[in-house]
């Protein structure tokens, strides 16, 4: 379940949709009230995009437990559940549950995004030998907002969740107006991951050039993925003004007269954003 949307309201309402997005709320003047709901929706949005894919698409780090196989050169081989990997802070294994044998900042690499393939020592376990295996590895992708202002020029920016950032990395600002890409110093080292995620500066490989506010997007999502939120967002969002316009006339919401429609507008939005998450969708 996504905790941050993974489109911020700034950048649905400038993205062309052609929606108006000051009544979400009705009968409430409050700007801010009509804001919190959009985010509510982008959201929702998000949360869809993760079920629709089988998987948190947002970085995030997780223990899991399962079995791999030695090979003779001393190297584990590991199939993660959740895709694509980003890095590996531990390993635990053994044949025995309860007895294993635990490596830190493990020598790894990841083989088509399908297999980590682990250094555990030559004479660690016993060639093809199965053994219990508890990893913890960071997955998905990055996906924050900046808590701090700052200006041209500015070599490090702070984010709220710094998780599956990673050195020399590219990532996108996609605050409106002042989009720009950023790279990641390579001297940056990734702190280990909190629970509530910790704001953390981010040193940059070369400055920004625009000037840039607190909540904007830094993200490192496919733009595509970002579309089938933005689109799921919208069929949320479409208000039929008749019953001939409405998206949905046989759900339950919908009035005995919709029921009858046979119309499918907003449908249209959903089946291109699950077109669009297909290529990123966990097989089960």
């Known amino acids: 379940m996504a905790i941050n949307p993974y489109v911020t309201a700034p950048e649905f309402e400038a993205h062309p ?40 698409l947002a970085a995030h780090q997780l223990t899991l437990a399962t079995r791999g196989r030695c090979d003779a050169q001393g190297v584990l081989h590991v ?49 093809g030998a199965w053994l219990y295996v508890d990893l913890t590895y960071i997955a998905g992708w990055v996906t924050t907002t900046l808590t701090a202002g700052a200006t041209a020029g500015s070599t490090s920016l702070t984010v709220a969740d710094p998780t599956g950032i990673l050195p020399g990395h590219r990532y996108r600002l996609w605050e409106p107006g002042v ?56 069929s949320q969002l479409m208000r039929p003004d008749t019953a ?3 998206s949905y006339p046989d759900t339950p919401l919908a009035s005995g007269t919709r029921q009858k429609d046979p119309r499918r507008d907003g449908s249209g939005l ?11 969708a966990r097989r089960m």
């Open 79 to 127: 199939y993660p559940t959740d895709r694509p990997v980003r890095s590996v802070s531990k390993v635990a294994f053994g044949e025995t549950v309860g007895a294993q044998t635990t490596l830190t900042s493990p020598a790894y690499r990841v083989e088509q995004n399908q297999t980590i393939l682990i250094s555990i020592g030559a004479g660690a376990a016993r060639p």
């Open 244 to 246: 001939a316009e409405d």
């Open 17 to 56: 949709t052609y929606l108006d997005l000051g009544d979400l709320r009705s009968g409430i003047a409050d700007p801010d009230a009509q804001t919190a709901e959009l985010e509510n929706v982008l959201l929702m949005a998000s949360s869809w995009a993760d079920g629709e894919c089988n998987q948190p």
């Open 179 to 234: 989009e720009e890409v950023v790279t990641v110093s390579e001297a940056y080292a990734p702190a280990a991951v909190t629970v509530p995620p910790t704001a953390t500066a981010i040193p940059l490989a070369a400055p920004t050039t625009s000037d840039h506010t607190p909540g904007g997007g830094w993200s490192g999502m496919p733009s595509d993925m970002r579309l089938a939120v933005v689109n799921y967002g919208v």
């Open 270 to 280: 959903v089946a291109e954003a699950v077109r669009l998450l297909h290529p990123f």
